[in-house]
């Protein structure tokens, strides 16, 4: 491997910009990858296919678990590649077997759901490191590109996924609309199994054509991520540098080398000065600038040197920050409390238990409040309930159960008092009495009465909405021959009185007052 | 509820002789007693009522209706899925009136101008001249009236509520008495144009035409299948029982009958009531009290009464109502109907006495 006849820029890169390379590494060799990869993987799937024939679903698990041994010819093209020998397709698929060889078992079993596969399999083909070693290595390189390895995975997962959903949809897209119509997917799902097996083989190609497609730009992309690793720990970039510095300069460095080596043969002589020294050397001094000098001087070292100090710890040389904030585990502190603060603590205390007897005194205003308040609260719920009491008998009244109306019946019906008590005890009589000055009022009186005795004594449910014939459809619902025949002539009577204006015959009168003791007064309970 | 005799004669008893004199005789009595003039033109409503009735079967409360409407001078808009018999019922309706009858096919691209009418150039007498529309007749049906687009609908107001139409700056009277019919199909919505709230105030009554009962659908099944026609009721054995001048006499009858203060009061608070009443978003217009006293007037009529009842006005309130109220969202999201919520009102609005 000579990094100089890389055929990528080498540099340190950010993960992602990795990955991106290896999209554009495998887009470059994009045909020789797929071919190679549908030479590959298209016949054991459909040697799966036609032994599993029965079951599509164990083919297609089967062809999706090995496919850690078909990412080896792809990295194996694309190492070869990247340093410019690029592998035609015989070779690369001779050179098949020999890739399979090394760890495949391990590969295929307990390394198969690792989510950093395309990552960690140059480590085990182009380092060709095992067990321990292997492990250390995948420790060192795992140390900064693995999360952006996982989510390669996990990304290369979904687009799997809506790949192939989306060639599904793409296939039913294409189908006819006639055939569209008897293809329910009812009767997809409850077809017996024979007729539908192909369509399941069918979906599985659709699978294994789209991994074609983007398997290849997996594996690159995890080949890149682990040489932008290298490339970081082992400063690639730098020794291609000095290589290429190197190349430059060969010519060059001979000659530099002789001029070096003929300036430095003239060894020179020592300076006559030397051996005249002036003096001893001053005495190392152990403490060095920190003794103290100048100490009989106006201004001693020390002096200026606190001078100095005040200085920097003032404004412009020094900036202090004071944060203050929460924290848990102060265990220190309480520990360090001293005997004043505790007692300031108590002291505290004892001034709450003071203000605790005051506030006793104080509780009779403290219970008037709490009064007030509650009361307020009732009164906004009560006030709330009437302002919308129309909403809520509109719609709180529906949601309950059906309450039967089997309680008192209302006194007031009509706008006219029905209760028994207020009727006269003899109503026939009162009525015969009334019909001389008020016919009016006399019928009303009557038929006032008969609201009243069909209220109370047959428990007809009136209510206030119901006009005349209503009330007399209810009662023909009581099929009592004689009563119905009754309040039919009563109720005409009253509606030619009160809406028509007409006054009813005398001898009418006397008729009804005939029909209403004989219904009510004789046997009916009064 | 009213006196059996004579105000409500037995249909056996109303033979075509009788009718025909009533017809024919019922004018010139009417100076002399209103009582009789009044019995004759209940007669006569009622013999209207049978007619139709022999049309079109098993739609009797929408036929009362549409004869409350039309004694009433008011218009109807009737709804109902196809196959219902509206268009038969007006066709009917038609039949047995002697006056004009004009039918419009509402469709999308149905111009104003198709409607009310136009001025075109005379080459001859080089002049513009009027060429009235098909909205100048007595008896107008607009068919599936909710397909043509408002502008079109909206040709319709002024005629409906002015009984006029202003061609030209002109304004033509139409003939009297004048009545729209309108019919819409209530399910299906694509490419329907809802009908303004201003429109749909101008029609008195809105009826709902339901499914056929059983025994009336066999009825109905065993007369089609006879016919001649091959899949509809024929209406041609109709006899024409009245003219324009009678429909205009039995409207002047209606509106004089004695409505007391007590009904009228019950009819005004019924509208009110719906202003007011929580499940109801909108409620309905002054229009609704004044076609529900009308509405109430008619019904007695034709009930053969001599006055107006609550129960003529309780009668015909939900077809007067439900198209000039509008739910609230709440009650709507619910799935309940204006039906249902009108007749929650209707059963706890106080019924007049005393």
């Given at each position: 491997m000579r990094l100089t006849d890389a055929s990528v820029a080498i540099r340190p890169r950010s993960a992602w910009e990795a990955l991106d390379l290896g999209v554009l590494l495998a887009r470059r060799h994009a045909g020789l990858l797929m071919a190679s990869w549908a030479l590959v993987t298209l016949p054991i799937f459909a040697v799966l296919c036609l032994l599993l024939w029965e079951s599509p679903g164990w083919a297609v698990l089967l062809f999706w678990w090995l496919k850690p041994a078909y990412e080896r010819l792809p990295l194996y093209i694309l190492s070869h590649a990247l340093f410019g020998d690029t592998p035609s397709l015989k070779q690369a698929l001779r050179a098949l077997p020999g890739l399979l060889n090394p760890q495949l078992l391990a590969s295929l079993t307990w390394?198969?759901?690792?989510?950093t596969r395309s990552f960690d399999l140059p480590t085990l083909q182009l380092e060709n490191l095992s067990g321990q070693a292997r492990s250390q290595r995948l420790v060192v390189l795992g140390q900064r590109d693995a999360g952006a390895a996982t989510w390669l995975t996990l990304v290369g997962m979904h687009l799997e996924m809506a790949l192939w959903l989306g060639l599904i949809s793409l296939f039913y897209l294409l189908l006819p609309q006639q055939i569209e119509l008897n293809w329910s997917w009812q009767s997809l799902i409850d077809a017996a199994a024979g007729d539908w097996l192909w369509l399941e083989h069918l979906s599985n190609l659709l699978y294994a054509l789209l991994l074609v497609v983007w398997e290849p730009v997996y594996v690159a992309c995890g080949f890149t991520l682990y040489l932008n690793r290298r490339t970081a720990l082992e400063a690639w970039d730098i020794e291609l540098v000095f290589r290429q510095l190197r190349q430059r300069l060969t010519g060059v460095a001979y000659a530099l080398l002789l001029g070096c080596g003929l300036l430095l043969l003239q060894a020179p002589s020592p300076a006559w000065a030397e051996s005249a020294s002036s003096g001893p050397l001053p005495m190392e001094d152990p403490f060095g600038p920190q003794s103290e000098r100048?100490?009989?001087?106006?201004?001693s070292s020390q002096a200026a040197r606190q001078s100095i100090e005040q200085l920097l710890d003032q404004p412009p040389f020094e900036h202090r920050e004071t944060v203050t904030r929460w924290r848990f585990g102060e265990e220190q502190q309480t520990e360090e409390l001293d005997q004043g603060t505790i007692k300031n603590l108590l002291k505290l205390i004892e001034a709450f238990f003071k203000l605790g007897e005051f506030w006793k005194t104080l509780d009779g205003v403290a219970l008037f409040f709490e009064a007030l308040l509650w009361a307020a609260v009732l009164g906004v719920v009560g006030l709330l309930l009437w302002r919308y009491r129309d909403w809520l008998s509109t719609f709180v009244g529906r949601l309950g159960p059906v309450q039967r109306r089997t309680s008192a019946p209302p006194s007031q019906l009509f706008g006219l008092e029905v209760a028994p008590d207020s009727l006269p005890e003899d109503v026939a009589s009162e009525v015969e009495r009334l019909w001389a000055e008020q016919p009016r009022a006399a019928l009303g009186l009557l038929y006032r009465a008969l609201l009243s005795r069909l209220l109370h004594d047959y428990r007809l449910p009136l209510k206030s909405a119901h006009t005349e014939a209503e009330v007399l459809q209810l009662v023909q619902g009581l099929e009592q021959t004689e009563l119905i025949d009754f309040s039919q002539a009563l109720t005409l009577h009253w509606q030619n009185l009160a809406y028509g204006h007409r006054v009813p015959p005398a001898d009418s009168l006397h008729s009804l007052c005939a029909g209403w003791r004989r219904q009510f007064d004789g046997g009916a309970p009064a | 509820m009213s006196e059996p005799t004579p105000e409500q004669p037995s249909s056996a008893a109303l033979t075509p002789e009788t009718v025909a004199a009533t017809t024919a005789t019922a004018p010139p009595q009417a100076a002399v007693n209103p009582n009789v003039q009044r019995q004759r033109a209940s007669q006569l409503a009622q013999a209207l009522r049978l007619e139709l009735q022999k049309a079109l079967i098993g739609q009797k409360a929408v036929i009362d209706d549409v004869l409350t409407a039309l004694i009433a001078g008011g218009h109807v808009l009737v709804e109902g899925v196809p196959g219902l018999g509206k268009t038969l019922l007006v066709r009917a309706l038609a039949r047995c009136f002697g006056g004009e009858f004009a039918r419009i096919q509402f469709t999308p691209d149905l111009m104003p101008s198709d409607v009310t009418g136009h001025a075109v150039y005379d080459l001859q007498s080089e002049q513009f001249k009027l060429r009235k529309g098909p909205v100048f007749t007595n008896l107008l049906l607009a068919d599936e009236i909710n397909r043509a687009p408002a502008k079109t609908q909206a040709a319709l107001l002024e005629v409906m509520q002015e009984r006029q139409v202003t061609l030209e700056g002109r304004a033509l009277a139409v003939p009297l008495p004048f009545m729209v019919l309108a019919t819409q199909n209530p399910i299906e919505q694509e490419g329907t144009y809802p009908l303004p709230e201003a429109e749909l105030d101008r029609f008195m009554l809105k009826l709902r035409m339901d499914y056929p009962a059983q025994d009336e659908e066999l009825n109905m099944v065993r007369q089609v299948t006879r016919?001649?026609?091959?899949d509809m009721l024929d209406v041609t054995p109709l006899r024409t029982l009245l003219q324009a001048k009678d429909v205009q006499a039995l409207q002047k009858i209606a509106s004089d009958l004695p409505l007391d203060e007590q009904v009228l009061d019950y009819a005004v608070r019924l509208a009110r009531a719906t202003r007011s009443w929580p499940g109801l978003a909108i409620g309905a217009g002054p229009r609704a009290s004044i076609a529900l006293a009308r509405g109430g007037r008619a019904r007695a009529l034709l009930r053969g009464g001599d006055f107006v009842l609550p129960d003529d006005i309780k009668g015909c309130a939900l077809a007067v109502l439900r198209h000039r109220v509008r739910l609230a969202p709440e009650l709507d999201i619910e799935g309940l109907s204006v039906d249902q919520v009108l007749q929650q009102l209707l059963d706890q609005v106080p019924a007049p006495r005393l």
């Open positions: 390394r198969r759901f690792s989510l100048l100490l009989k001087q106006p201004l | 016919s001649s026609r091959a």
